[in-house]
């Protein structure tokens, strides 16, 4: 074998870097090893927007986080309405979104770490913004943040991945890219010591974190995880996440943890490309729904659009999408409706899109049927009833009498000109993967650590079930990846002694 390396991460994305940052300034020497090539560095986080859920204080506690702010951002932030955030919120939050199944253990591990963690993530050389383009309306001239979510990176998955290699760079975390890691070296004993790459090369480490991503861009594991048709969705990040580090730790002993056959996945435009886009990354997301209706090509209605802020109903409706006639849906709006939905995911080019002064003209272009279509909007229109319109509150505005309901934000579209959006189903991440302890070994089928493996980031299970709340997978793969690398360190240390 080569000369050992303290630790070896598997995976170059934000949980990788973590990691590799984390065992760093505990001395060890560390060589992140990452599938994919130079241009596609970043893994599924390039494709994020950022957003990261953390516990807070509300302004004067992010206040030190966030990026030196100019004197017109200063008057904004006076003109903010941004209530605290708990760390109890965000735990009530994994909970509810999951139905009670999230690993309190690791939920309790997130939530109690994510606003320190930031701060770490800070110290490393990474910028934050409250994200007023995502998680802001402006309400009587006040700006006003909902949905439990408020802080990304500056310059959303680009500029986080951009940050992290500049921190490896300044920190001596060596980063190899084109080096797809084939399986684990283990020792008679089971001790994990390294790794073997494709085309036979092997690397000596004394512990290993594997922050590989999930399997979400292969195909036959959607299919066989997933269900029948989920070969079929499009894949919003990276094409390299295609189960690698799953595998071979599964081969190593390691325990299949958490939900299998339950993902990630959003509206994403119809006529994106099978896997990301390294310009448009997180713009081919479709999540204005809450603001207007979404049918299926038979024209008619199938989720109640305005269940929950999209912040916790956005991570399961690309699979309702799924599941309708073609695997495609359609979501419309009126000019009302305009105005609240975001510039970068509804007017960036190449937007997939059909705009008419009718709703039997949108039919017409889009081949569903112009009776049913009207008559769904009418019966809609008819039956909206409740307080006044909101974005930023659960505002009651709702339906009644018609199947399904919209329980939030319901408008009549009555106001020319209207616009449909064709989407279909997005994956972003898988959530059945590894299980790990607090200190983020990975556990063998007899719930031992296996000795010298760690995890880290999306192939960790146990967190997500059915649905999940926006911004916190970039906070777990940041927690888990701080702790996978201390671990891993100490690990290798103890190795040494």
Not at 444 to 452: A, F, M, S
């Amino acid at each position: 074998m080569a000369a050992p390396w303290d630790v070896i991460v598997v995976g170059g994305g934000n949980a990788g870097l973590c990691a590799a940052q984390s065992a760093r300034q505990e001395g060890a020497r560390v060589l992140v090893l990452e599938k994919a090539p130079r241009q596609w560095a970043g893994g599924n986080t390039y494709f994020t927007a950022g957003a990261m859920r953390t516990s807070h204080g509300g302004p004067a506690d992010l206040k030190d986080l966030l990026a030196p702010l100019e004197p017109s951002a200063q008057d904004r932030l006076s003109l903010t309405d941004l209530a605290p955030y708990t760390a109890a919120d965000f735990l009530d939050d994994l909970v509810q979104v999951t139905r009670g199944r999230t690993d309190v253990d690791l939920a309790r591990i997130l939530v109690g770490e994510s606003r320190a963690t930031m701060d770490w993530l800070r110290d490393l050389g990474l910028r934050f913004e409250l994200m007023y383009h995502r998680q802001a309306y402006e309400v009587d001239g006040r700006h006003r943040f909902w949905g439990g979510l408020a802080v990304g990176v500056a310059g959303g998955g680009k500029g986080m991945i951009e940050q992290h290699l500049a921190a490896a760079a300044r920190t001596g975390v060596h980063v190899r890219f084109d080096a797809p890691v084939t399986r684990l070296a283990t020792a008679s004993d089971g001790t994990v010591n390294g790794v073997v790459l494709a085309g036979g090369e092997a690397l000596e480490s004394r512990a290993v974190v594997l922050a590989a991503g999930g399997f979400e861009a292969d195909p036959q594991m959607r299919a066989a995880h997933l269900g029948p048709g989920w070969d079929l969705a499009l894949v919003r990040g990276t094409p390299h996440n295609t189960g690698d580090g799953i595998r071979m730790a599964l081969d190593a002993g390691a325990q299949a943890y958490g939900h299998w056959s339950g993902c990630h996945a959003v509206a994403w435009d119809a006529g994106a490309p099978p896997t990301g886009d390294r310009e448009l990354t997180n713009q081919l997301t479709r999540g204005g729904y809450p603001f207007g209706v979404v049918v299926n090509t038979d024209g008619r209605r199938f989720v109640d659009e305005g269940a929950d802020f999209r912040n916790y109903t956005y991570a399961k409706y690309g699979a309702e999408i799924l599941r309708q006639p073609g695997g495609t849906a359609v979501q419309i709006f009126d000019a009302k409706a305009a105005r609240l939905l975001r510039p970068e995911e509804y007017t960036s080019k190449d937007v997939t899109s059909v705009t008419s002064g009718s709703v039997r003209g949108l039919a017409r272009e889009l081949r569903i049927d112009e009776d049913r279509l009207a008559s769904t909007v009418e019966e809609f229109n008819a039956a909206i009833t409740g307080g006044p319109f909101n974005p930023t509150v659960r505002d009651g505005s709702r339906t009644e009498g018609i199947t399904p309901p919209k329980s939030n934000w319901a408008q009549p579209l009555d106001t020319p000109p209207y616009t449909a959006y064709p989407v279909t189903c997005g994956i972003t991440f898988t959530f059945g993967g590894l299980r790990i302890d607090p200190d983020a070994r990975v556990l063998n089928t007899r719930g031992r650590p296996v000795p010298g493996l760690h995890a880290a980031g999306e192939l960790v299970g146990g967190l997500f079930y059915f649905n999940y709340p926006g911004g916190s997978g970039l906070t777990a793969g940041s927690v888990f990846g701080r702790r996978a690398g201390r671990s891993a360190a100490a690990a290798a240390a103890a190795r040494v002694g």
